[in-house]
C-alpha cells in the first residue's frame, strides 16, 4: 500500500510556470507506474501524464505535450509535475495516482492523492 500527498498547487498568471510534487509514503514507490489527473468542476477527471516504475517511460495527454513533464525520483519516493506556459484552461484539481502499469484511464491506478488545486488566471 502507498499513500500519496500531493503539493505544488496554487495561483499563476497565463504562460506562467508551476511544478507540482507528489509526496509516496512506503518503500515500495519503485515499485509502481504513477501518473497526473486533473478535474475541472463539473468535468470528468482527465488523464494528464504517466510515468513507468523506473522513470524512462513517459507519457502525455495531446493537450499538455511540450508543455508538460512528468519525472520521478525513486529515492525521494517522489513524483514531479513540472507545468511550463500555463493556460487558463489547465485550471483544475491535480491528481496524484499509483497503480501496476502507466495508464491514461483513472481505472488502472489503485491509490490516489487528495489533490492540489491549480488555478491560471487570463
Known amino acids: 500500500q502507498v499513500q500519496l500527498v500531493e503539493s505544488g498547487g496554487g495561483l499563476v498568471q497565463a504562460g506562467g510556470s508551476l511544478r507540482l510534487s507528489c509526496a509516496a509514503s512506503?518503500?515500495?514507490?519503485?515499485?509502481?507506474?504513477m501518473g497526473w489527473f486533473r478535474q475541472a468542476p463539473g468535468k470528468e477527471r482527465e488523464f494528464v501524464a504517466a510515468?513507468?516504475?523506473?522513470?524512462?517511460?513517459?507519457y502525455y495527454a495531446d493537450s499538455v505535450k511540450g508543455r508538460f513533464t512528468i519525472s520521478r525520483d525513486n529515492a525521494k519516493t517522489t513524483l514531479y509535475l513540472q507545468m511550463n506556459s500555463l493556460k487558463p484552461e489547465d485550471t483544475a484539481v491535480y491528481y496524484c495516482?499509483?497503480?501496476?502499469?502507466?495508464?491514461?484511464?483513472?481505472?488502472?491506478?489503485?491509490?490516489w492523492g487528495q489533490g492540489t488545486q491549480v488555478t491560471v488566471s487570463s
Open positions: 510515468v513507468s516504475r523506473s522513470g524512462v517511460n513517459t
Open positions: 512506503g518503500r515500495t514507490f519503485s515499485s509502481y507506474a
Open positions: 495516482a499509483a497503480g501496476p502499469f502507466p495508464h491514461s484511464s483513472p481505472e488502472g491506478y489503485d491509490y
